[in-house]
């Protein structure tokens, strides 16, 4: 009993000390400015995911029209734009 007093005491003392020597540094509101930013990175980059995916269809549309054996070619500025949105999903996660 009394070893697991003490510990708990220990681990009470060192969070007080590091609450104290990062206090200053790390504020309140910074992990609202981190999730913020986690979601600015995530909803900016499927943003672009998207309107690179609606532009290249509308590419691909016109593709089909004019020149069809292309078509098959003009297929890889979508995946390159769902890259996009994936890039921005592993950013917003690290």
């Given at each position: 009993?009394?070893?697991?007093?003490?510990?708990?005491?220990?681990?009470?003392?060192?969070?007080?000390?590091?609450?104290?020597?990062?206090?200053e540094a790390c504020p309140a509101s910074a992990?609202?400015?981190?999730?913020?930013?986690?979601?600015?990175?995530?909803?900016?980059?499927?943003?672009?995911?998207?309107?690179?995916?609606?532009?290249?269809?509308?590419?691909?549309?016109?593709?089909?029209?004019?020149?069809?054996?292309?078509?098959?070619?003009?297929?890889?500025?979508?995946?390159?734009?769902?890259?996009?949105?994936?890039?921005?999903?592993?950013?917003?996660?690290?």
């Amino acid at each position: 009993w009394h070893q697991d007093t003490h510990r708990r005491r220990a681990i009470m003392l060192e969070t007080l000390a590091l609450n104290e020597a990062f206090g200053e540094a790390c504020p309140a509101s910074a992990p609202f400015f981190g999730y913020m930013g986690a979601a600015a990175a995530l909803i900016f980059a499927n943003l672009g995911a998207a309107y690179g995916t609606a532009k290249s269809g509308v590419g691909i549309c016109s593709m089909g029209v004019m020149h069809p054996t292309l078509i098959m070619k003009s297929i890889i500025p979508v995946v390159m734009a769902g890259g996009v949105g994936i890039y921005g999903f592993i950013i917003s996660v690290v």
